[in-house]
């Protein structure tokens, strides 16, 4: 299942109170106070870790707290400092203050740690209030409680790559012929519910990833189809593959559906439309001549002049894919064509 938003509660640990104590000896009069101090609670970090892919942790679990620090005893003793919480998080998690309603971490690396609350600090025993005017305090400090937050987590994939396009224009089938990644693959629209993280393998050791997202439709924004709350997975992409089905099962026009899906990424974010875009001509495998992926082609390089040429392929038979990721990886590396 995957998990890309939670909310959840998170609290540091309370300090442990101080001890109100006095040495008590045989043959030792007027011991003094020795009350120790309590000790630190423990805090609440948040990790970001490659072995921790979705937020499916915080799906069931909305309550999570650090260890509070132990109280102080007779004799000096401290008491014990709480165990810090530390929590692993995907990276490329958002961390935002619920009640603020600001970002306050992003953990976009693997090995970020953040420190979110902060463990409260352990309270004075009475030896620490003993002066040569109050020699026998009878009072101790009380610890301080933790912090504590609401905080709302997002997911945005870290991908090199990231595919858009209209439902059943072939990402599905393309990313399972890049990667190891087999996401479910059927001849109905949305087919994909969720995003699909897979690496690409090419020759000389050379890798890049890359990230399926749902098919998009006209009025996504608005909440059409699946919407396009899943776009959040492609910002941090360095380049974004389009692809356009050049027969569309349902008659519609390859290239109004590519201004379609612009506008509707257009609406979401200026920052996705201004990244490196590839146009991908699939399904090539029922163009026997090559007449239509030429014309789409033409027509695509009128309307968009600052486009890279379409590359055509067929996901479905390999035709192309090799080219396309020679050129993927070029792009990634910012070595343009």
Request: aromatic share 6%.
């Amino acid at each position: 299942m995957f998990i890309d938003e939670a909310k959840i509660w998170v609290k540091a640990g309370d300090g442990g109170h101080g001890c109100v104590s006095f040495r008590r000896e045989r043959f030792i009069a007027k011991g003094g106070p020795d009350g120790g101090d309590g000790g630190k609670g423990g805090s609440v970090y948040f990790e970001a870790r490659d072995n921790v892919d979705t937020l499916l942790d915080f799906a069931g679990k909305h309550h999570w707290r650090a260890a509070n620090g132990g109280g102080g005893q007779g004799g000096n003793k401290a008491g014990a400092d709480g165990e810090d919480l530390v929590i692993g998080v995907p990276p490329g998690t958002l961390i935002y203050d619920v009640e603020l309603d600001v970002l306050l971490k992003d953990l976009g690396a693997p090995g970020m740690k953040v420190c979110i609350c902060r463990g409260g600090r352990g309270g004075k025993g009475n030896k620490a209030f003993a002066t040569s005017t109050r020699q026998t305090p009878r009072f101790a400090q009380d610890g301080k409680p933790g912090q504590e937050r609401n905080l709302r987590l997002e997911l945005k994939l870290i991908a090199d790559v990231g595919l858009v396009g209209m439902p059943n224009a072939g990402k599905s089938t393309l990313i399972s012929r890049c990667s190891a990644a087999r996401p479910r693959i059927a001849d109905y629209p949305f087919t994909t519910l969720e995003p699909v993280l897979g690496i690409v393998e090419l020759s000389g050791y050379r890798r890049f990833d890359m990230a399926d997202i749902p098919g998009l439709i006209e009025g996504a924004h608005a909440g059409a189809g699946l919407g396009h709350e899943f776009l959040r997975h492609i910002e941090r992409t360095r380049v974004i593959v389009h692809i356009l089905d050049i027969m569309p099962a349902d008659g519609s026009d390859p290239v109004e559906n590519y201004a379609k899906i612009r506008d509707e990424l257009d609406f979401y974010s200026h920052v996705l439309t201004a990244k490196p875009e590839l146009v991908v001509l699939n399904k090539v495998d029922l163009d026997n001549d090559g007449t239509v992926a030429g014309v789409i082609a033409e027509r695509l390089k009128k309307r968009c002049p600052v486009l890279f040429s379409p590359i055509p392929i067929s996901a479905v038979t390999g035709a192309g894919v090799t080219e396309l990721k020679e050129v993927l990886w070029k792009m990634v590396k910012g070595k343009a064509r």
